[in-house]
C-alpha cells in the first residue's frame, strides 16, 4: 500500500543551521508531492509543492526537490530561523486519486534562538 | 485565508453521550475532508465528501459518522462519544477544478474535544 516515512519526532537546530528533514514514500502510482506546516494553534496549511520528477517546490527560504529515482521530497534549508519552528508533514498524493492525501507523521521543528 | 470555520472550538463531553461538531466553508469547493490529529499518530481521516450527499469512509471511521445535505456544511458525528474520541479535529477543503490548485487542501482552525 502506499506509505510515507519522513524524520521522526524533533529537530533542534540552533538559528543559522542548515536543515534537513527527510521524506521518502511509496506509491503505487506516480504521486504529486506537498509539504505542509503546521503553526501552534492552527491547522496545517501548504508550504510547498512538486508535481512531477526534478520539479522543486520553494517557499521562504525552503527547498525540495522531487527525485523519483530514489522516491524522495527532502525538505532543505540554508539556514534556519526561530520563526521556521513549527511541525512539517510530508504528504504525497497519489496520482490519478484526488482525493486523498498520504500523510507522514509529522517533524517537529524547533529553532534555538 | 479560505473561508472555513468549525464549531464549536472546544468542547468537553461525557462518554456515552452524542456530539456533532460542524465544519462550515464560504469558498464553495465540492472536497470536505474530517481529520484528526493525535500525538505519534499525526492526521488520520476519518470521512471525506466528494459532493452533496457523497460520502467515504477514510482510515479511521469507526465511531463516527457524516453528512453533508449543502454544498457549504459537513457534519462529524459522534453517535457516542468514548475517551478514545478525546483529540482535536479538523476539517479541511479542497477543489481538483482550480487551475495550479493541484487539490491543495485548506484547514480550518480545529475542534478540540474532550471525552470524560
Known amino acids: 500500500g502506499d506509505s510515507v516515512v519522513q524524520t521522526e519526532g524533533q529537530v533542534l537546530p540552533s538559528e543559522g543551521d542548515s536543515l534537513i528533514v527527510n521524506c521518502s514514500y511509496e506509491?503505487?502510482?506516480?504521486?504529486?508531492l506537498f509539504w505542509y506546516v503546521q503553526y501552534p494553534g492552527e491547522g496545517p496549511q501548504l508550504h510547498l509543492k512538486?508535481?512531477?520528477a526534478n520539479d522543486k517546490g520553494r517557499n521562504k527560504g525552503f527547498e525540495a526537490m522531487y527525485r523519483k529515482e530514489t522516491t524522495s521530497f527532502h525538505l532543505e534549508k540554508d539556514s534556519v530561523q526561530e520563526s521556521d519552528s513549527a511541525v512539517y508533514f510530508c504528504?504525497?498524493?497519489?496520482?490519478?486519486?484526488?482525493?486523498?492525501?498520504?500523510w507522514g507523521l509529522g517533524t517537529s521543528l524547533a529553532v534555538n534562538p | 485565508d479560505a473561508g472555513i470555520t468549525q464549531s464549536p472550538r472546544h468542547k468537553v463531553t461525557e462518554t456515552g453521550t452524542p456530539v456533532t461538531l460542524r465544519c462550515h466553508q464560504t469558498?464553495?469547493?465540492?472536497?470536505m475532508y474530517w481529520y484528526r490529529q493525535d500525538p505519534g499518530h499525526g492526521l488520520r481521516l476519518i470521512h471525506y465528501?466528494?459532493?452533496?450527499?457523497?460520502?467515504d469512509k477514510g482510515e479511521v471511521s469507526d465511531g463516527y459518522s457524516v453528512s453533508r445535505s449543502k454544498t457549504e456544511d459537513f457534519l462529524l458525528t459522534l453517535e457516542s462519544a468514548t475517551s478514545s474520541q478525546t483529540s482535536v479535529y479538523f476539517c479541511?477543503?479542497?477543489?481538483?477544478?482550480?487551475?495550479?490548485?493541484?487539490?491543495?487542501?485548506?484547514f480550518g482552525p480545529g475542534t478540540r474535544l474532550t471525552v470524560l
Open positions: 479541511a477543503i479542497s477543489e481538483p477544478r482550480l487551475a495550479g490548485a493541484h487539490n491543495e487542501q485548506f
Open positions: 469558498e464553495n469547493h465540492r472536497y
Open positions: 465528501s466528494y459532493g452533496v450527499k457523497d460520502t
Open positions: 506509491t503505487t502510482q506516480y504521486p504529486s
Open positions: 512538486a508535481m512531477k
Open positions: 504528504a504525497p498524493r497519489r496520482a490519478g486519486n484526488n482525493r486523498k492525501l498520504i
